[in-house]
């Protein structure tokens, strides 16, 4: 929320250059406001993720993007928090949405999933979890016998049962679900 307040939008799922090709993800573009400028200001942004440079701070991941229960170690830099992507989510693109675009409401849209260790990535990369919209449970969770966990655009976070409604999930993927 803080990043909003500074920016006036949410971060879309990466920065871009000027040509709009991918560079670093939303999980770079919040660190300032997670206590890791030093972190922040070692990544050079005008750099993709994966350059020469930036691939060296992949090891450095802070602990809140570390999952818990998942087999993944944070020295390996995977993190199983992603947001949801594709055009009716609230991170259609590189660009970022607001409040103003969350028809719903905050408190009914979801920001960040929790996804299996099949589907993490590393945490510098700029990429959404595009979600099956016929089955949107596959991909999610896992770490957890019976419940994962996602954090709704209010900062919220809940923790729900593997069994969750699909249509109620499909409708909080987006900010104007209830269409």
Do not use: C
């Not at 929320?1 to 670093?24: C, E, I, M, N």
């Not at 199983?80 to 970022?96: E, I, K, W």
């Not at 990535?121 to 919209?133: A, C, G, N």
């Amino acid at each position: 929320h803080t990043f909003h307040d500074t920016f006036k939008r949410f971060p879309g799922y990466g920065s871009a250059d000027a040509d709009g090709k991918p560079l670093l993800s939303w999980r770079v573009q919040i660190l300032p406001y997670l206590g890791h400028q030093d972190l922040f200001e070692r990544f050079r942004l005008d750099e993709p993720w994966d350059s020469e440079h930036n691939r060296q701070l992949i090891a450095e991941m802070p602990t809140v993007y570390a999952a818990v229960g998942s087999r993944l170690l944070q020295r390996d830099g995977m993190t199983n928090f992603r947001v949801p992507g594709g055009p009716a989510s609230m991170f259609p693109d590189l660009v970022g949405t607001s409040f103003r675009d969350i028809l719903d409401g905050s408190s009914y849209t979801i920001a960040i999933l929790e996804v299996d260790d099949d589907h993490a990535v590393e945490w510098t990369r700029p990429e959404s979890f595009e979600v099956d919209t016929e089955n949107p449970l596959i991909g999610l969770g896992g770490h957890s016998r019976d419940r994962w966990s996602f954090a709704r655009a209010d900062g919220s976070v809940s923790f729900h049962p593997m069994d969750f409604p699909a249509d109620r999930l499909r409708a909080l993927l987006t900010p104007n679900g209830r269409d």
